[in-house]
């Protein structure tokens, strides 16, 4: 069941002042998924196991019927905030806040990763000719992406500043960004008469940008800052949930790896699936060829992500080093090939 976003936030709200703790909220039973996710393809594991019932079927083979609910946020902090209020179960966002909540719940209640959602290419794209790097960018640019500072999108900028300019300066572009949803940028983006002349976004909407203005153009690819292909996005949880939910847990991240195989043998099943989820007025055949663009890649197993775990810690935005992938992810045999 899809929440509307206002009866979610109205709950949240009074959730927030009924706990004084984080994760105060009773323990939810087998059977119960409440996930957060954001905007864009690179949810379309989840639209797709939504769609074909993955998530029941797969439940149903552990013993378990699952009530699922699925709410839809903008930008990591509110994601992070559903979380350790109790008010989901499983939070959908970029490596940048998962690594901020896993930092900050070490100890407590140990946030980390439970599956990427796939291999994507973020690209900054701007109206301005005169950017063609982001050195070019000046106080007349504005940039939008989910959540300043930390959002997945606003972490690579970060990490393209600090290679740029050097590690002290990687928060130099920090004053252009401005917290927006995907798909209010892209508008902006593409009817360009705003001062917001740049985004930093994903998959559909940097494409319709690229497509819908012909002054916009790529400054910025994420897989170049990032070394390669990368898991940007990902999907994570409390250690507490997963432990009291193997079987949910299991037929979640089971249903995941399903809905992926699903994508790479029938791409056009894949796109009605998230046209129906989302209600986008997207057109079909655009999607359908975004979503066979050879850079992406839909799996469970999360690549070349410590690179960004590492930089974060080197730069102190985050406190702990992590020495390997698996120190912010869960175990799970799905995820076995991760990095």
Same mark, same amino acid.
């Given at each position: ?166 590690? @002290?300066?990687? $928060? &130099? ?11 209010? !940028?892209? +508008? /902006? ?127 102190? @935005?985050?406190? $702990? &080093? ?11 045999? !799905?995820? +076995? /090939?991760?990095?």
């Amino acid at each position: 069941m899809r929440i509307p976003f206002q009866k979610f936030a109205a709950g949240l709200s009074a959730l927030a002042l009924a706990t004084a703790t984080a994760f105060a909220a009773p323990a939810r039973a087998e059977g119960q998924l409440r996930i957060a996710q954001q905007f864009g393809l690179v949810y379309l594991l989840l639209n797709v196991a939504e769609d074909q019932k993955l998530i029941e079927k797969h439940a149903k083979l552990q013993g378990v019927p699952v009530k699922v609910d699925v709410v839809q946020l903008s930008g990591g902090n509110a994601v992070n905030d559903a979380l350790l209020s109790g008010a989901i179960d499983v939070a959908g966002a970029g490596v940048g806040p998962l690594l901020t909540i896993w930092d900050r719940t070490r100890g407590r209640q140990n946030v980390r990763g439970i599956a990427s959602l796939g291999n994507f290419p973020y690209y900054l794209v701007s109206t301005n000719p005169k950017v063609r790097t982001i050195a070019d960018f000046s106080d007349a640019d504005r940039i939008a992406l989910p959540a300043v500072t930390v959002s997945v999108q606003a972490r690579i900028l970060q990490m393209a500043a600090a290679k740029k300019w050097g590690t @002290a300066q990687y $928060t &130099r572009l920090d004053r252009l960004t401005q917290s927006v949803p995907h798909p209010d !940028a892209t +508008a /902006a983006v593409i009817a360009g008469q705003t001062e917001l002349n740049s985004h930093f976004g994903n998959p559909p909407f940097q494409d319709q940008e690229l497509a819908g203005n012909p002054k916009a153009h790529i400054v910025l690819n994420s897989y170049d800052v990032l070394g390669g292909p990368s898991s940007s996005t990902v999907l994570y949880a409390t250690e507490k949930w997963v432990k009291e939910n193997p079987k949910t847990y299991r037929a979640f991240v089971d249903a995941l790896n399903e809905a992926a195989q699903l994508i790479a043998a029938d791409p056009e099943l894949a796109t009605d699936a998230y046209l129906r989820v989302t209600r986008a007025k997207t057109d079909r055949a655009f999607l359908l060829k975004v979503i066979r663009n050879p850079q992406i890649e839909f799996k469970v197993a999360p690549q070349n992500t410590l690179g960004l775990a590492q930089f974060l810690h080197q730069a102190g @935005a985050i406190k $702990t &080093r992590a020495a390997s992938w698996r120190d912010y992810f869960f175990e799970h045999p !799905a995820l +076995a /090939a991760g990095s």
